[in-house]
């Protein structure tokens, strides 16, 4: 055997993480877009919760593209029934589990037009009647599968098939469904947004959910780069901005009550965030005083959001690195 | 040991000799009845399993396949409305192959709204690839139940167990409810062979491309289509131990060279029975009661239907527009038949209407024509249908 220095490449390097024994739940090899937000947050989520679980997903990009038969990229035991039945699908593998006396902990993955939509009459039983399940939405703000068409959580004035700006028309006439709210309403023990931009914080969220007994909900905003209009390579930086412009804040709720939210200490303008989507491009059209008011609208949107969930926070914490990296919980304690 | 129970009380309790270790329902009537008394079984400790009570009947279906698949035995009941909204996902439940039974308390479907009993219901979802077994009484419902845990299980095919909603499920009649021995030692303990489990992770319910669909739908029809076998040999088995069959795929009454011939399903069967004792001045008639439905028995029924000059196919549903649902596929199995019976269909009992002893005779009268006679709704009173209609021939009951 070699005494020599190895060199580290990058090829080793691969090598190298193969063999470390973090747990995959879902392989590469599968089909999602380049860039694709969900397939990233779907391996976060994973690699957080463990390999003890059992996922019902909902029919949508990520069952599409993880699951061309024969093949399948998950290494837990997952299965896909419909578009609008999760939540009961969900809460069918809680109770078989519990009267069969196992541990498994059950994950439900939808998207928002199976969560916000289709499916919310099956979630929100889910919820009311406490089954031990994490709840997971992968938020892209669409119909993305079926080829970009508006959901109830496509904010206001974006652009998708089935609402296009017109001579009548400026995109999506009606507001983002807060689903959070809504959800909590449910007075479960846990509900909470992040983003694929923060992993630190998705993971936190996801490990958090997972100690929990009873239902608990996440939501993870997740840049679409085809149905938003950007390069792929920008799904980070796109997803980040979200965050730094106020329009998705990350907060976290217990029973209701607010525990804990991202600080923004230098809040970006919205057109920072716009600018770089296809999905916004009418909004930037100088000779349009529709297209200057709509503007206005949803920075209004998001300084009502910066002040309704206080995301300022109050004054330079020791430990917040600039703004929105850390997520503070009540008091001096930092998770 | 035989009680007076009323039929959706002895359901629930077979229903728990099953075992089932999840059951999840929605309240509709007629099938409320069942879930209650399996209700009070859990609250008074005599059934162990999670009932859940859900927020539709979509949600139902839903629960207990995402139960069966995480290795639960399952049960599930339902009627009218709530097959209807439940449809999609009975669908998703055959097509992945996922062994469950459910009672269908057979009732009628809005509009008009009607809370009463035919089986346009179960015949809505015919397609969706379930197994579906209907029951003449009360006492073929309870054996059938336990029957089918052992059908689906071995199968791995679902089992809707189709029960007149009202004339059976809100009836009082003696039934034997077996020995808790007796079904343990028949139905053993459910083990799924793709039930999911983090130790060997599966995935199910993938996307399959035109590559691979036309094979699964191929699998699909031919394991219902071999289930036939299980079904004949799961009656044949409980016959032994219990001393009871329940119709295999279908069974057959009346005398063997009767040259008349009357097929139908659930309840109705009683009724024709009964008439055919009453009324004694009528030609010999054999009664086929079509217990299997899917899968449907050709051999079987050709089998029953030789020898028969005329056979009436008497249904409570209809495909409007066309006709009789059942006439149409007995007309496909008896084609080609060396003498084929001339087939005589008629809708009866739709909505709750009530069925009386006269239809023996009014059926006999009808037949006696030498053309067979086109589908029609029997005892339709002219008076009651708009002005606009009163030119449509009816056809009545003899009083």
């Known amino acids: 055997m070699s005494t020599a220095k190895q060199t580290i490449t990058a090829d080793s390097l691969v090598k190298l993480r193969k063999h470390q024994p973090r747990f995959e739940g879902i392989e590469s090899g599968h089909r999602a877009c380049l860039g694709c937000g969900e397939a990233l947050a779907a391996r976060l989520v994973t690699e957080a919760a463990g390999p003890d679980v059992m996922i019902a997903n909902a029919t949508g990009c990520l069952e599409i593209f993880t699951t061309p038969w024969p093949e399948s990229a998950w290494r837990l035991p997952w299965m896909h029934s419909l578009f609008e039945n999760t939540g009961a699908i969900a809460a069918g593998m809680e109770v078989a589990l519990k009267a069969q006396g196992k541990p498994t902990k059950v994950l439900a993955f939808g998207g928002d037009g199976g969560t916000f939509d289709i499916g919310f009459q099956a979630l ?53 469904k807060d689903i959070l709210s809504i959800v909590a309403a449910h007075h479960i023990p846990y509900a909470a947004t992040t983003s694929v931009a923060y992993p630190s914080d998705l993971r936190k969220k996801i490990r958090r959910a997972m ?32 965050v730094q412009t106020g329009l998705f804040p990350i907060i976290e709720l217990e029973r209701q009550e607010m525990i804990g939210s991202m600080p923004i200490r230098h809040p970006r303008p919205v057109t920072d965030y716009l600018e770089l989507q296809q999905r916004f491009r009418h909004l930037f059209n100088k000779n349009d005083a529709r297209a200057v008011e709509e503007l206005a609208h949803i920075q209004a949107l998001a300084d009502h959001n910066i002040k309704h969930y206080d995301l300022r926070g109050d004054g330079m ?19 | 040991m035989r009680k007076a129970l009323e039929g959706s009380q002895a359901i629930a309790q077979t229903v728990a000799l099953c075992r089932p270790q999840v059951v999840a329902a929605y309240p509709i009537t007629p099938q409320t009845h069942i879930v209650e008394n399996i209700a009070k079984l859990v609250a008074n400790g005599h059934m162990d399993c999670e009932l859940v009570s859900v927020e539709s009947e979509f949600s139902a279906a839903s629960l207990v ?51 009463w009993n035919d089986q346009q219901d179960s015949m809505a979802v015919r397609d969706a690839g379930w197994i579906q077994l209907y029951c003449a009484n009360n006492q073929e419902a309870v054996d059938t139940t336990i029957q089918a845990y052992r059908i689906a299980e071995a199968t791995e095919l679902p089992v809707m167990v189709c029960m007149d909603g009202f004339t059976l499920t809100h009836t009082l009649e003696p039934i034997d409810i077996p020995e808790q021995a007796m079904v343990d030692a028949y139905l053993p303990p459910f083990n799924f062979s793709r ?41 044949a088995d409980w016959q032994q131990l219990s001393g009871r069959a329940a119709g295999g795929l279908l069974s057959v009454s009346g005398p063997d060279d009767a040259q008349i ?126 002005v606009e209609d009163h030119g449509i021939e009816v056809t009545e009951t003899m009083t």
């Open chain 2, 261 to 386: 011939g009357i097929l139908t399903l659930g309840s109705i069967v009683g009724t024709l029975s009964a008439a055919s004792d009453t009324y004694t001045d009528l030609p010999a008639t054999k009664l086929v009661n079509l217990r299997a439905y899917r899968p449907f028995p050709v051999d079987a029924l050709r089998l029953a239907c030789s020898g028969l000059t005329d056979l009436i196919v008497l249904e409570r549903a209809l495909s409007p527009g066309f006709g009789g649902i059942v006439s149409a596929e007995v007309h496909a199995a008896l084609a080609g038949m060396q003498a084929v019976p001339r087939i005589h269909s008629f809708a009866v009992g739709l909505g709750g209407r009530d069925i009386p002893l006269e239809i023996y005779r009014t059926l006999h009268e009808r037949i006696d024509i030498a053309e067979p006679q086109p589908f029609s709704i029997i005892d339709v009173e002219r008076e009651k249908l708009p």
């Open chain 1, 211 to 242: 100690e929990i007994e009873g239902p608990t909900f996440i939501q993870i905003h997740s840049p679409c780069p085809l149905g938003w209009g950007h390069d792929g390579e920008y799904s980070i930086k796109v997803a980040r901005l979200a």
């Open chain 1, 317 to 335: 914490d020791r430990l917040d690195s600039d703004g929105a990296d850390t997520v503070r919980r009540g008091g001096m304690r930092w998770a």
């Open chain 2, 65 to 115: 396949l995402g139960a069966a698949c995480a290795g639960s035995r399952t049960y599930t009941a339902s009627a009218s409305q709530g097959i209807l909204l439940m449809s999609e996902v009975l669908y998703n439940i055959a097509g992945l192959r996922i062994p469950m039974v459910m009672t269908c308390a057979n009732r009628a479907i809005s509009a008009p709204l009607s809370i």
């Open chain 2, 195 to 235: 039930a999911l489990d983090p130790a060997n992770p599966i995935s199910i319910g993938t996307l399959v491309s035109p590559d691979h669909y036309p094979e699964a739908r191929h699998s699909h029809h031919h394991a219902l289509l071999e289930a036939a076998d299980e079904i004949i040999a799961a009656d």
């Open chain 1, 124 to 176: 929100s039983g889910m919820l009311e009647r406490g089954h031990n399940v994490l709840y997971v939405c992968f938020d892209n703000e669409a119909y993305m599968n079926t080829g970009i068409q508006r959901s109830s959580s496509t904010p206001h004035a974006a652009m998708t098939t089935t609402s296009p700006p017109g001579s009548d028309r400026m995109g999506k006439r009606h507001l983002k």
